[in-house]
């Protein structure tokens, strides 16, 4: 990696750049499991809602309000690590945010007045219990899911823009002639935000069904834990099911806008007509070619430009220096397909199950299957992630702006990057320690159902 | 117009987040320095004034934040890099503070550890208005600069006397709107003598720290008092907190929470407006003389207008939701308190 940097950046200090952008990444990895959960939790706490004010069960009651517990908690863990990003672009990458701000800040606008929205209709909701009509309040937790959804969306929308770039006219290191709304609307930005929409529903879902599965083996039939995955898993099967849908779309789009991407997720070194698409494999930067890996002829050339024969270009069509580090590309990229096509089975199986009637929650494979399965969504939110933005380097702004020549000129980021790991590790752990004390709560409180 | 609508949001909101985010810090700086067994009590209180509303208080800064970058986006570079390490510790405060209140509040098993959340939540709710304002000073004070050695240019900006004096200004008065925030909640006896004393003594240090503040702002390198004073919305603007500050007093002596909560948020409202009037249309002071203004650090006129308009549109949304949540909460929330 380091080596990698040192090819783009000759003269440069390596490893203040490296910092900057490990930085960066593990800010953003923390943020987005809890804004995949901070979006997705109100709806299924919702829907959970919605079964208790209708039938008047109150093990319905006690899963929402279980659940409103985790939602506090995710959104204000969610709430400070998003303040903190505000603040890191600049802190990191000032001479982007100088010239970027104005063009791709309309949908940051707009985030935060979503994010505003959300803020003050979870205050309704978690505060409303008792105070607010009954239904007034349960239509106040889908807000919060809807304003959360929308502040995604915009979010995506902005990183859409650093891949896909328009909007504005660029000569001589000048930005002119900008169109904010044109950012907004950027090539990228319907089909990432559609990926990153169903990945946040299918890892919140699995990830709740699974807990709440692992929970049901140790305390068989009960009828809180059946209940929860009950409600989650019609929303994470149906989102695993269309993401192959929407991937494929987005493996469309990136191989003719960023076909570099899409060469280093595949580890394609060579243009190639009939490519084939890769399994697995170890790519091999000196011999520049790809070992173990299973190979199924055509289809990559099928899957990027529907034609078996199409040609696919491969890394070899791009000067080295603008490669993104090809390793880390491919193998974050097989680990988000397989992760992919496992949910996608599971959520089939559910579909299948459910369809026809058959009881599915006393199968002990099934339970262990989703349990297992509990942390797998969330591993390829992270992945993909990774494909996305260690796929567009050495460029921040793609083809306009390096993520060199927009770091910081503040030195001694590596001090900066330990600090932000104490913190983001000190809250990670903090927040699994409260989750076990949510659930042994959970546990010593319904000994009173059978 | 446009630009007006920018200039003033940008302005509202860090009003509203000094006035709202600070009350919310002033809370934990309150059960810092309070006996420990009042502190317990004081604690309650907070949770029941600031609960529902607490999430939304600090959202303001992500709209300052926001609105800079978006609308003067060489002056959120320059801030963001020259002022990196006081912003660094002033994040440190958000996050921690913002987590340990909901883990005290929703930790499933109240034990030993809501010691730990306590501390974490008191420290640093004191640390963050001290490095907000910290930052303030640096951007008045004019010893930033866009080139020079590691300490010129990332120390000296903000590590020196009169930035930490604007900190600890900021950090009493923060103390000062939670005292006279909470009044309002109080029923028991004991407490409400607590409260009322700190909201004399902090609103007493405000006052001495913000009149140091305009000795040491005399020094011609500085120049604020200067223009301070001469400037007739500033001037005003320091009568009216002035004024206020006698209505505080009466509130906090004869025991009114409405009036004491108004005079506050208003002798905030009024330093600030007084503050933006002094050094308007003037963002940044430099080491060399000169300056990025609201006018010379201004996007491109697309980016503002756009986000003029968002802002309005934003506020139609924003406004009537936020209103009811206060409204909803500060009707049902006089139940007896804890």
Known sequence: ?450 | MEHGIVVFFLGLSLILYVTLGGADFGAGILELTAKRSVARRLRDLTYHAIGPIWEANHVWIILVIVILFVGFPRAYAEISTSLHIPLSLLLLGIIIRGAAFTFRHYDAIKDDSQHWYDALFRGASAITPFFLGVCAGAVLLGEMRTDGTFPERFLSPWLNPFCFLIGAFLTALCAMLAAAFILGEVSRRDIMRHIKQRAFAWSLATVVLGGVVLLAGAQPKVALTDRFLQHPVSLLCFAGATVLLFVLWWAVYSERGVFARIAAAGISGAILLGWFAAQYPVLIHFKDGSHLTLDNAFAPPAAIDTLAWTLVGASLLIVPALGALFWIFKRVAHRPAP
Not at chain 1, 70 to 89: H, K, Q, R, W
Not at chain 1, 139 to 160: D, F, P, Q, R
């Open chain 1, 1 to 450: 990696m380091a080596a990698h940097v040192q090819r783009l950046w000759p003269g440069g200090n390596v490893d203040e750049l490296l910092a900057a952008r490990l930085q960066m990444a593990i800010s953003l990895g923390f943020h987005i499991v809890f804004a995949c959960i901070g979006m997705v939790m109100p709806f299924l706490m919702a829907a959970a809602h919605w079964c208790w004010l209708k039938t008047n069960d109150r093990v319905w009651l006690e899963l929402t309000k279980a659940w409103s517990r985790g939602v506090a908690i995710f959104f204000a863990v969610g709430a400070v690590s998003g303040t903190l990003l505000s603040f890191e672009l600049g802190l990191l990458w000032p001479k982007f945010m100088e010239h970027a701000g104005p063009i791709f800040g309309l949908p940051f606008s707009w985030e935060g007045a979503a994010f505003f929205l959300e803020a003050i209709f979870l205050g309704m909701f978690l505060y409303g219990w008792n105070q607010l009509p009954r239904w007034l309040h349960w239509t106040t937790g889908v807000l919060v899911g809807l304003s959360g959804l929308a502040s995604g969306i915009l979010v995506v929308a902005a990183n859409g823009w650093m891949n896909a770039p328009s909007g504005f006219r660029y000569e001589n290191g000048v930005f002119f002639d900008i169109d904010p709304v044109a950012a907004m609307l950027n090539d990228a930005w319907f089909t990432q935000a559609l990926h990153m929409t169903l990945a946040a529903f299918a890892a919140t879902g699995f990830g709740v069904a699974g807990l709440h599965a692992a929970l049901l083996l140790r305390h068989p039939g009960h009828p809180l834990h059946q209940k929860a995955i009950r409600v989650a898993l019609p929303f994470a099967a149906t989102a695993a099911l269309l993401q192959p849908l929407s991937g494929d779309l987005s493996a469309k789009d990136i191989a003719e806008r960023q076909p570099l991407k899409l060469a280093a997720a595949e580890a394609l070194f060579e243009t190639t007509r009939g490519a084939p698409l890769l399994i697995g494999g170890i790519p091999d930067m000196e011999l520049r070619e790809v070992h173990y890996a299973i190979e199924l002829p055509y289809l990559l050339s099928f899957l990027a430009h529907s034609s078996f024969q199409a040609e696919v270009l491969g890394l070899d069509a791009f000067p080295e220096d603008e490669w993104p580090p090809v390793p880390l590309v491919h193998y974050a990229f097989q680990v988000m397909v397989g992760i992919g096509f496992v949910l996608a089975g599971l959520g089939a199986y559910y579909w299948y199950m459910a369809v026809r009637g058959r009881p599915f929650l006393d199968r002990f494979w099934f339970l262990a299957a989703l349990s297992a399965s509990a942390p797998l969504g969330f591993i390829a939110v992270e992945a993909g992630w990774i494909v996305t933005e260690v796929g567009r380097q050495p460029w921040i702004i793609y083809g306009v702006m390096k993520t060199a020549d927009s770091l910081t000129e503040m030195p001694g980021i590596q001090y900066s990057l330990a600090f932000y790991v104490f913190a983001y590790l000190l809250l990670a752990l903090l927040v699994a320690w409260l989750m076990k004390r949510q659930i042994a709560a959970l546990e010593s409180q319904l000994r009173v159902y059978p």
